[in-house]
Antibody, heavy 115, light 107 residues
Framework: QVQLVESGGGLVKPGGSLRLSCAAS????????MSWIRQTPGKGLEWVSY????????YYADSVKGRFTISRDNAKNSLYLQMNSLRAEDTAVYYC????????WGQGTLVTVSS | DIQMTQSPSSLSASVGDRVTITCRAS??????LAWFQQKPGKAPKSLIY???SLQSGVPSKFSGSGSGTDFTFTISSLQPEDFATYYC?????????FGQGTKLEIK
């Protein structure tokens, strides 16, 4: 069955960095484009970034552009989100999701940005 | 960016009721609309894609319709496990955007 498992979240100070990972299994990872989506109590669900199946096409939300970098390793069935220059407003649960219509989601990993 | 306006933001209903949630896009999105269910502490679960197509394994009591800018999501007969928060999302163009959610509570 399809499984997506995020890891790498935690507590980080403003200005710090974190790298999130999403391990995929149960499907041909290299056939799907993938997204990161985050959720905060105050702002609901927010799409963060997308990467095509080959990694050649990438999009970011304006709120993270220039600070976050999405990447993937199809040989390792893994998706990544490098987050730099973190701000308090980046505090959220981060989910990875599969495909255009986000048909499968991971369980999420909590990122807390606080001094 | 395309704004997704979902209504109502909360809804009280009883077991057995039929409920409908609406989602309006600020510009046309064809049928690139999905609906998700989220229970407390859990990840969103995909129910419907392409406005009206049921994801595999999702009960047929859930349905969706619409195209362009106006969409509806219906649960035909509420069961206790259906009380949750529901979100719409457009995936017609980046940035993909979500509605603010509808919290469905037991009356």
């Amino acid at each position: 069955q399809v499984q997506l498992v995020e890891s790498g979240g935690g507590l980080v100070k403003p200005g710090g960095s974190l790298r999130l990972s999403c391990a995929a299994s149960g499907f041909t990872f290299s056939d799907y484009y993938m997204s990161w989506i985050r959720q905060t109590p105050g702002k609901g669900l927010e799409w963060v970034s997308y990467i095509s199946s080959s990694g050649s096409t990438i999009y970011y939300a304006d709120s993270v552009k220039g600070r976050f970098t999405i990447s993937r390793d199809n040989a390792k069935n893994s998706l990544y989100l490098q987050m730099n220059s973190l701000r308090a407003e980046d505090t959220a649960v981060y989910y990875c999701a599969r495909g255009a219509n986000s048909d499968y989601w991971g369980q999420g990993t909590l990122v807390t940005v606080s001094s | 960016d395309i704004q997704m306006t979902q209504s109502p933001s909360s809804l009280s209903a009883s077991v057995g009721d039929r409920v409908t949630i609406t989602c309006r896009a600020s510009q046309g999105i064809s049928n690139y609309l999905a609906w998700f269910q989220q229970k407390p502490g859990k990840a969103p679960k995909s129910l419907i894609y392409a406005a009206s197509s049921l994801q595999s394994g999702v009960p047929s009591k859930f349905s969706g319709s619409g195209s362009g800018t106006d969409f509806t999501f219906t649960i035909s007969s509420l069961q206790p496990e259906d009380f949750a928060t529901y979100y719409c999302q457009q995936y017609n163009s980046y940035p993909y955007t979500f509605g603010q959610g509808t919290k469905l509570e037991i009356k």
